[in-house]
């Protein structure tokens, strides 16, 4: 396994570890007993994915692979990063949990467009992609609970 790559996949460990913490956090904060039950499932979700990581990290000849997500809503473009507190709704909440995979998403897709070895490019592409997923499920999540039609 080149230093590169293993760099690249502690650094996306440590990503996946800030983002599980975050996740508890926000659902240690939160009045919400569903926003607590969602940022709980992200946290478990995160987890997750630092252990996938993981065993990429000590068996180098596995390859990340992820499934292409579409369609991407876009969702999160629109949203503004909401501060948060305890007392926010769940549309906020799901909301702040996108922008924040969309964050994600968004670094290492610039990691993946500055690289110029191949192999460390489609690391970085298969991080977004894995990211892009998440970003996908919470705006269908977001748009469900948000834009409920009223008959």
């Keep these: 396994m080149s230093s590169d790559y293993k760099k690249i996949l502690e650094m996306a460990i440590g990503n996946e570890v800030e983002a599980y913490e975050f996740y508890l956090q926000a659902a240690a904060k939160s009045r919400n007993e569903n926003l607590r039950s969602i ?22 000849s596995l390859k990340l692979n992820f499934h292409v997500i579409n369609p991407d809503y876009k969702v999160a473009e629109t949203l503004d990063l909401p501060k948060l507190t305890p007392d926010m709704s769940f549309a906020e909440g799901v909301a702040l949990a996108i922008k924040k995979e969309q964050e994600a998403m968004e670094m290492y897709q610039k990691f993946a467009d500055a690289s110029t070895d191949d192999a460390q490019k489609n690391v970085f592409q298969e991080l977004a992609t894995m990211e892009l997923g998440h970003k996908v499920k919470l705006e269908e999540v977001y ?3 948000a834009y409920v039609e009223v008959w």
Aim: no cysteine; proline share 0%.
């Design 39 to 60: 940022f709980s499932e992200l946290a478990g979700e995160e987890m997750k994915h630092k252990k996938t990581l993981e065993g990429f990290l000590q068996n180098d």
């Design 143 to 145: 748009v469900s609970t």
